[in-house]
């Protein structure tokens, strides 16, 4: 059950030289990369960003230049690239290492505002839940208000910049699921599951964290939400601040090792891929490297779980048409496609539908529908295209952020609810309306 899959990574100590060198420019990776696809431009797919690194890496190109530091903002790293390449590029390692470089080079000259704006929102709230859940209870009250409303109609948030933030701002749940050392005991219990609740999802899908234990404790596990853990790191990394990011990591290490449980589930499918790569974010720190190699080899999607656990079907009828957006990180990093398939198929009723493009991504990559907003909309379009023609009356997906952006995407035209693939199944076992669950619906503080 708690076996770890060989995704193919490079081993840490490789240099990133050896990394790139690997790339035999074949092109396969050039049908599977969304940036590839929508601009057809070689500098925007993984070979054409591979050789652009390669000349940073080798002193022909500056690490500032205009074309560099774009492609390294442009790509998704939606690791799509990486499940499709013959000779095993770890192409994620690369793109991380040169964002992390960028940074650096152009943190000197940033203006105060720009520095003190970044190190409030990502060292500040990601650091400090509490922070965050202040700044989502001031949300959820403009929402709830009626202020958002009226900032958008009025053009406040077009003003000061923010319509695109406010356009995929969630809504925050009514109550918080705040990790408080709860336990959901399950007699006879074949395993003690670790709750990780994350940032946003603590906040805004609470109402999945509940589900998540319910049919945790359905198939089984006795669920444990120990205080202590925080964010996985993956937005630090991902802006390229790897240094944060471990101190994040060895947070949840920590967290993890006192809790005693035996396999530490995730319900975010982002989250889930960094969380299994600690192994290699602190492999060059010797108290941290087997600890967190340890760590890594216990972490599994929420999806994978339950399908591991062979779950009994469902007994209520969910009579609706769905389709499935894989989320890269599930799909590409973790490389797990046939689990929430299987998990769908168990339900009575529902009907699954593949649509075109599943796998490619729809545009959300963490913060990047804000800090690439034309091309995360093309993306979104070209995906909402997809989920329509489909005719499903629901999409399923496993993360949050790609809930949010189908969300957004699928506001104008007919009705198509999006949630994720353990709603469907706690509401197909305690024969809940599915598609009449309010938004905003209530989640318990634990």
């Not at 054409?48 to 690490?63: Q, Y």
């Not at 958008?152 to 933030?165: R, V, Y």
């Not at 406010?166 to 336990?183: G, K, N, T, V, Y």
């Amino acid at each position: 059950m708690i076996e770890t899959p060989n995704r193919g990574f490079e081993e840490p100590d490789v240099p990133a030289s050896a990394i790139f060198d690997k790339c035999v420019r074949c092109g396969l990776c050039l049908p599977s990369c969304p940036t590839y696809l929508e601009t057809m431009t070689e500098t925007s797919s993984p070979r054409g960003r591979i050789s652009l690194i390669k000349s940073v890496g080798e002193g022909g190109l500056d690490v500032l230049s205009p074309g560099f530091t774009h492609q390294v903002s442009e790509c998704l790293d939606c690791r799509a690239c990486e499940a499709v390449c013959p000779s095993g590029v770890h192409y994620g390692r690369l793109i991380e290492d040169a964002r992390a470089q960028v940074q650096r080079a152009e943190a000197p000259t940033q203006s105060a505002s720009t520095t003190f704006l970044r190190s409030f929102v990502l060292r500040g709230m990601f650091r400090h839940l509490g922070r965050m859940r202040v700044a989502a209870t001031i949300l959820r009250f403009a929402q709830r208000s009626g202020l958002e409303a009226l900032a958008n109609s009025i053009g406040l948030t077009k003003l000061f910049g923010l319509a695109d933030a406010a356009e995929l701002a969630p809504r925050i749940s009514d109550r918080f699921f705040i990790p408080d050392d709860q336990r959901y005991e399950t007699p006879n219990a074949k395993a003690v599951a670790f709750l990780h609740t994350g940032c946003v999802m603590h906040v805004a899908f609470a109402h999945v964290h509940e589900a998540t234990a319910r049919v945790l404790q359905r198939a089984g596990c006795t669920v444990v939400v120990p205080k202590g853990q925080g964010c996985c790191g993956a937005i630090a990394i991902h802006a390229g601040e790897p240094d944060f990011g471990r101190e994040l990591a060895k947070r949840n290490i920590v967290a993890f090792e006192r809790s005693g449980a035996d396999v530490y589930a995730i319900n975010a499918a982002g989250c889930g891929s960094a969380l299994k790569e600690y192994g290699e974010l602190l492999a060059a720190e010797p108290d941290w490297a087997d600890r967190a190699k340890a760590f890594s080899s216990r972490v599994r999607d929420i999806t994978e779980l339950l399908d591991a656990l062979e779950i009994d079907p469902p007994q209520h009828r969910i009579d609706a048409t769905v389709t499935y957006q894989e989320p890269c990180h599930l799909a590409h990093a973790q490389r797990v496609t046939g689990a929430p398939r299987r998990l769908l198929a168990k339900i009575p009723g529902l009907r699954l539908i593949e649509m075109d493009e599943s796998s490619v991504c729809c545009g959300s990559a963490g913060i990047y529908n804000l800090t690439q907003p034309e091309m995360a909309k093309r993306l979104q379009a070209r995906k909402v295209a997809c989920v329509r023609a489909t005719g499903a009356r629901i999409v399923a997906t496993a993360n949050p952020g790609c809930a949010l952006q189908l969300e957004a995407g699928l506001r104008d035209g007919e009705p198509v609810a999006v949630k994720h693939v353990v709603e469907l199944l706690d509401a197909a076992y305690s024969g809940a309306t599915i598609l009449s669950r309010p938004a905003s619906a209530a989640s318990s503080d634990g």
